[in-house]
């Protein structure tokens, strides 16, 4: 590949903590939050602004403030660091913070936009991801009372997967409110909430009545055996979330596991989602391509790996009512692949 901008010379790296409103407070099996706190990055280099997005995870002991330090941290890596050399920084991220996957994720891809940039070529055509069709993105719908589960499903009429969230007392009285008004497939996601395997199996035996596509994380994510038993009982897939962070976690996954929920802030950015991609398919495993609440940067980023994903679950913009980014083109909902540079979004 040509190298039109140089990737040495002097670079400023920024990062700020956002604070992103949501249109209704999210309630998952483990907590309830009416507003996040992501962290915004952005790197700086030859007149060439590449950004980035870190959305911390309260699961994995991230937070807002203790991102912004790791990403401080690193900061003078890129100093004197030549960015067509994109591999080796994120080696380099992985020993220096490995803990604090989301400011990994962050730096990656505000790396990846700024190289998308001088280059004037999207991401995707950068990494050599087909250029096929996106599968349909699942909408979210958090716990909630039947009135609000309700609404929300009204609300996300244009998307034709529902996602919702269980793991509660009334994970039945949420699939009948929404059947009641809507026969459209359903993603289960149970955040880890069912304590243990028969009361997984005694779930999930009913919901196969309801029309549902899969189970993602029914359980606490280090029951592995119990899992590969539950497994064995039903016939619906299972699909990790909790349970996998990175390339190391997949082999382990497969006899457990019908799939993996992967996300650019448990993976630490785009470079290392791609190799989980690889090693997971080749594992036998699906894909399911997701994400946490999160501004249209980290979305536009996950978007240009969304055509290797078997299901793509990318809505958490969707999620926010000031989206300090926009660029992100979705009809039906359905995605579409940004022919732009970089990430293909803009600040407003
Ligand atoms: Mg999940």
Redesign the pocket.
């Known amino acids: 590949m040509q190298n039109p901008i140089s990737g040495s010379g002097p670079a400023t790296v920024q990062a700020q903590i956002v604070r992103l409103e949501l249109n209704h407070p999210w309630t998952l099996s483990r907590n309830t939050s009416a507003f996040k706190e992501n962290v915004l990055v952005s790197i700086g280099k030859n007149g060439i602004t590449g950004f980035g997005e870190a959305a911390p995870n309260v699961r994995y002991d991230e937070n807002a403030k203790s991102t912004l330090w790791a990403i401080e941290a690193v900061s003078d890596l890129y100093s004197d660091f030549d960015f067509h050399q994109h591999e080796s920084i994120d080696q380099k991220l992985k020993s220096a913070i490995p803990d604090n996957s989301c400011a990994r994720a962050a730096l990656d891809i505000a790396l990846m936009d700024w190289l998308g940039k001088a280059y004037g070529r999207p991401i995707h055509r950068i990494l050599n991801i087909p250029c096929s069709e996106i599968p349909p993105t699942s909408f979210s719908i958090g716990i909630d009372q039947p009135d609000v589960i309700r609404r929300k499903v009204e609300t996300a009429s244009e998307y034709k997967i529902l996602k919702v969230k269980l793991g509660t007392d009334n994970d039945q009285e949420i699939i009948n409110t929404i059947r009641e008004i809507s026969d459209k497939p359903i993603r289960v996601?149970a955040?880890e909430g069912w304590k243990d395997k028969y009361e997984a199996l005694d779930k999930i035996t009913w919901l196969q009545s309801q029309g549902i596509e899969l189970i993602?994380?029914p359980m606490p994510a280090e029951l592995m055996e119990e899992t590969t038993w539950l497994r064995e009982q039903i016939n619906i897939p299972l699909i990790a979330?909790?349970a996998v962070k990175t390339v190391n976690d997949i082999p382990a996954l497969a006899s457990s596991y019908d799939g993996v929920?992967i996300k650019l802030m448990k993976a630490g950015g785009i470079q290392e989602a791609l190799r989980m991609i690889h090693l997971a398919k080749k594992s036998g495993l699906k894909i399911m391509l997701?994400c946490m609440i999160e501004t249209s940067v980290a979305i536009a980023a996950a978007l240009q790996l969304s055509p290797l994903a078997d299901y793509v679950d990318l809505d958490g913009h969707l999620l926010i009512r000031n989206d300090p980014f926009y660029g992100i083109t979705i009809s039906d909902g359905c995605f579409s692949q940004s022919n732009q540079p970089g990430l293909g979004v803009l600040k407003k």
Request: net charge negative; proline share 0%; glycine share 12%.
């Open positions: 996601d955040n993602e994380q979330d909790e929920n997701g």
